[in-house]
């Protein structure tokens, strides 16, 4: 009887763990106005992305990796750790890293890239204002 208490405990903290996760992830890809979609690609379609932001599901490692890339963000920042202050290194480094993410599906077709890139920069560029730089 123990033991099913104490699984009951851990599935609840798993579901936790889950809705949790599935929240971030859902708050991030709005801020961005990106699709499920986009920030499951390549590899993880938009259905999968959907489960996981309604903590239905728990991300595999390889695939938490790659949204936590497609959003500008790390694992644990995923995870809910507290980022380190923001400074307008950091920022761009995201937005690098956000660029390079995206120009791949860009491949080709050069508006489309400098549209990618224009979109990461006028993101960015309001933190970066509001940042004195520390590095």
């Given at each position: 009887?123990?033991?099913?208490?104490r699984q009951s405990g851990r599935q609840a903290a798993?579901?936790?763990v889950r809705h949790d996760l599935g929240a971030r992830?859902?708050?991030?890809?709005?801020?961005?106005?990106?699709?499920?979609?986009?920030?499951?690609?390549?590899?993880?379609?938009?259905p999968y992305v959907s489960a996981v932001e309604a903590?239905?599901?728990?991300?595999?490692?390889?695939?938490?990796?790659?949204?936590?890339?497609?959003?500008?963000?790390?694992?644990?920042?995923?995870?809910?750790?507290?980022?380190?202050?923001?400074?307008?290194?950091?920022?761009?480094?995201?937005?690098?890293?956000?660029?390079?993410?995206?120009?791949?599906?860009?491949?080709?077709?050069?508006?489309?890239?400098?549209?990618?890139?224009?979109?990461?920069?006028?993101?960015?560029?309001?933190?970066?204002?509001?940042?004195?730089?520390?590095?």
């Open positions: 009887m123990g033991r099913g208490i798993r579901t936790a992830i859902r708050e991030r890809r709005e801020q961005l106005a990106l699709t499920q979609v986009q920030i499951g690609a390549p590899g993880y379609g938009g903590g239905r599901h728990l991300p595999s490692l390889e695939a938490l990796l790659l949204v936590a890339q497609n959003l500008g963000m790390t694992v644990g920042e995923l995870l809910g750790e507290t980022p380190e202050p923001t400074t307008a290194g950091s920022v761009l480094a995201r937005a690098l890293t956000r660029i390079r993410a995206e120009l791949p599906r860009a491949t080709g077709d050069r508006h489309s890239a400098l549209t990618t890139i224009e979109f990461v920069l006028l993101h960015a560029l309001p933190l970066i204002a509001d940042r004195p730089d520390k590095n």
